[in-house]
Structure formats: C-alpha cells, structure tokens
C-alpha cells in the first residue's frame, strides 16, 4: 500500500486546506471536496449521489456541477469511481445487476435517477463513447443512420442523408470515408472508428457527450485527431471525459475533479489544479507518489 493510501486506510486523514500550506486532520467520512464544485450555468447538477454495487460502497456523497459547454476530466487511479460516476449520468449503471444509486442528478430541473425517466430518449440526450471503439457490424452509413432512424429524428432519406454527413463533418471523419459509407465500420482504423462512434455518438443530438478513456486503445497521433475533435466539440456540448492520462486533461479539459476511493478529494480549473493542488493526496497523484 502507497503511503497516501495508507494514510486513508487510517481513521484519520491529512487533507490542505486550501490556504496556504495550512493542513488539517479530519475523519475521513468527514473530509469535503476542496475546490468550488458548483458552476454558475450547469449542463448537469449532482447532488449527494451515492452507488453500491451490492454491499460495497462505490462513490460517496457526490455533489459536482458540469459546465454548459466545459469539457470536465474525471481523473484518479482505478478504481476510484470516476467511470462509476459517468456512468450514473445516462444511467449505464442500471445495467449491472446490483448496482443502487442514491442522489440526484439535475439536467434541465429534472432528476434523472426519477423512476418516471425513460432511459432511452435519456441516452439519446447524453451519447456515450466508450474505452474501446464498437462500431456496429454494419456499414459506416448505418452506423451513423441507425440513431437518428430509431429515434424518428428524420423524415425522409434525404434528410438522413444529411445528418449522417453532418456528423461525420463534425467528427472530423468525412473526407476520409466519404466516398466508401457503404464498407463495414469494423473495416476502419482504430482511430478511425473511435471518431466513427463519435459520430453515432453526436447524429442523436445530444446535449452531453461522456468519454470514458477514449484515447487509450489509440496511437499518439490518432489521440492528438481525437483531442483535437474534443476542443472543437465543445463549441456544441458539454463533454464529460474520463482518462488516466493527466496530460490529456491538461490539454483539453477546462476543469479537472480528481477521485479517490469513491470520494471526490477535488476539483477546480485544470491549470490551477495542476500547478496548485489544494490537497496533499491531489498533489502526490498528479506527481507520481501514487496511480
């Protein structure tokens, strides 16, 4: 066990607050999250959200706001909960048999954790790019064609025709596929496909886009295309990114949350977070004590 961790381990932890190098001895189950982590105009609002997955308790008290239009890093060693938390926004956790979620999460005055939402037009609102790219088994057209189509987004071919072009515009895919839609999407690289999901990703108009580790199956140069997209996508939705690699959040996110052991131990502007953490376990990750 890394010293940080064992420090938790104990009933007591060494937390900064925030000023100075003024450091404090506090109970664990009664730390709070240093950093400012309401915004002014939130795309997303959580409250108290807790996940178990049966006995065990993933994620604790959760209160974070995300950006209308921000791209938000979720960062931390595995294990800490950041995956579980993006997934509770578009509820991919209701997947996993024993999984409970406690809290709310406010998108537009509504908690979506509401029995009465209907999780399909709730995914369609917030899209979902996963660690390793998942083309359907079906032609680049059909990948992108086969969201807009179940969900009645379009009323003839033409105009079909004319979502699919605009998200593969905006995925940055076009010029490279235009003129072969009707090959297999598996046939792409992996980069390639990874911005082909993308695409299926943003053909539903979504209001968010959740990224969970999108770059990590990819090669540098297919990462930097891929970042790239980010920056430029966010003009046009708020982004919520998990990724291990602190020089990816640095390079795309406006703010970064940092997770450990199902707690959020901090969150604030990215350039600040990372030349001033306000915490010691912030500054011992972000500098390699522990991850």
Request: include cysteine.
């Amino acid at each position: 066990m890394y010293e940080s961790e064992a420090k938790l381990a104990e009933p007591n932890a060494t937390m900064r607050s925030g000023v100075g190098n003024v450091r404090a001895t506090v109970p664990r189950e009664h730390r709070q999250t240093v950093g400012n982590t309401r915004v002014d105009n939130p795309r997303i609002r959580c409250n108290k959200l807790n996940v178990y997955y049966g006995d065990t308790h993933a994620i604790h008290d959760i209160n974070l706001d995300v950006g209308n239009n921000e791209i938000l890093a979720l960062i931390g060693p595995s294990g800490c909960g950041k995956t579980t938390f993006l997934r509770c926004m578009n509820r991919m956790n209701d997947t996993i048999p024993g999984c409970r979620v406690e809290g709310e999460i406010i998108v537009d005055k509504q908690n979506v954790n509401s029995p009465e939402v209907d999780v399909v037009p709730l995914r369609a609102r917030m899209g979902m790019v996963f660690q390793k790219p998942n083309p359907f088994p079906k032609s680049i057209y059909e990948n992108v064609a086969f969201g807009p189509r179940i969900h009645g987004l379009t009323a003839n071919k033409a105009e079909l025709d004319e979502v699919v072009e605009t998200s593969l515009v905006k995925a940055g895919l076009w010029d490279e596929v235009k003129e072969r839609l009707d090959q297999p999407g598996t046939g792409l690289s992996g980069g390639q496909q990874q911005r082909l999901c993308i695409a299926r990703a943003i053909a539903v108009q979504p209001e968010v886009i959740l990224m969970d580790e999108p770059c990590s199956a990819l090669d540098p140069i297919a990462t930097a295309v891929i970042e790239n997209l980010m920056v430029e996508l966010r003009q046009n939705f708020t982004i919520c990114i998990v990724t291990h690699s602190m020089q990816q959040a640095a390079r795309v996110s406006n703010r970064t949350a940092f997770f450990h052991l199902g707690d959020l131990i901090e969150v604030g502007e990215t350039n600040e977070l990372f030349i001033r953490p306000g915490h010691q376990l912030t500054e011992d990750y972000i500098t390699g004590r522990f991850g």
